[in-house]
């Protein structure tokens, strides 16, 4: 027999939804990802930062304009995740530089400039 009541039952407030946040959408990104450098231009150091959705065979190379790797930052199996690499150009010239993200099936390059 179901319950009956008289009295008047308390409502939830009326309130506009703006927005779901979903917990595990902040863990792991949902596609690679290669941020612009910052600061850009920048003096001496930098940082990159890059998202990986799954683990993957993830490089990170430097190149000149000329096209010649210049320096490795990272090379290996990485796990899904966010990423900031800092590069120390103190050893380098002034000018500009390529960054490239490779995995095993995707390559993003993006570019910066040193000012020294």
């Given amino acids: ?3 009956l009541t008289t009295e008047k ?3 939830p407030e009326q309130g506009i939804i703006i927005g779901v946040r979903n917990e595990l959408s902040e863990i792991l990104p ?3 990802k ?3 450098n910052y600061p850009n231009p920048f003096n001496l150091v930098t940082k990159i930062e890059f998202s990986l959705p799954k683990r993957s065979e993830t490089s990170l ?3 000149n304009v000329l096209g010649q790797e210049v320096k490795r930052l990272l090379g ?3 796990a899904a995740g966010d990423y900031e690499i800092f590069w120390d150009a103190s050893g380098y010239s002034s000018g500009v530089y ?3 993200l490779r995995t095993e099936k995707y390559r993003f390059m993006r570019k910066m400039l040193l000012l020294k």
Avoid: N, R, W
Wanted: hydrophobic share 50%; proline share 10%; charged share 10%.
């Fill in 1 to 3: 027999m179901p319950f």
């Fill in 9 to 11: 039952l308390p409502t």
């Fill in 30 to 32: 949902i596609a690679i």
């Fill in 34 to 36: 290669l941020s612009q």
């Fill in 61 to 63: 190379v430097i190149y």
């Fill in 76 to 78: 290996g199996d990485l």
């Fill in 98 to 100: 390529l960054y490239e």
